[in-house]
Nanobody
Framework: QLQLVESGGGLVQPGGSLRLSCAAS????????IGWFRQAPGKEREGISC????????YSADSVKGRFTISRDNAKNTVYLQMNSLKPKSTAVYYC?????????????????WGQGTQVTVST
């Protein structure tokens, strides 16, 4: 059974950093493209970053470009999201999801397996 588990969330001050982890079980993570999403209270879910299984290319939304970095450790079957220069508006539940396609093509319905999410709160 394909399962994704996020961890690493928490409370951080503005300007701080966190690294989120997305650990996979039941499948080989590098066979899937993996995306990170977030949903703030009262807002729609937003796709923020994706790493392609085909070539490892990464993509980031303009809202996080230059501050967030997605990476993959195939030996640990884990994808990471390094978040720097966090802002209060970064506060959200962060999710990872798997897409069986070997390339990133947006943040739509092709992501069919989801983790439970991890809360990130940026506040003084």
């Amino acid at each position: 059974q394909l399962q994704l588990v996020e961890s690493g969330g928490g409370l951080v001050q503005p300007g701080g950093s966190l690294r989120l982890s997305c650990a996979a079980s039941g499948f080989t993570l590098d066979a899937y493209s993996i995306g990170w999403f977030r949903q703030a209270p009262g807002k729609e879910r937003e796709g923020i970053s994706c790493i392609s299984s085909r070539d490892g290319n990464t993509y980031s939304a303009d809202s996080v470009k230059g501050r967030f970095t997605i990476s993959r450790d195939n030996a640990k079957n884990t994808v990471y999201l390094q978040m720097n220069s966090l802002k209060p508006k970064s506060t959200a539940v962060y999710y990872c999801a798997a897409d069986p396609h070997n390339y990133c093509s947006g943040y739509g319905a092709t992501f069919d397996s989801w983790g439970q999410g991890t809360q990130v709160t940026v506040s003084t």
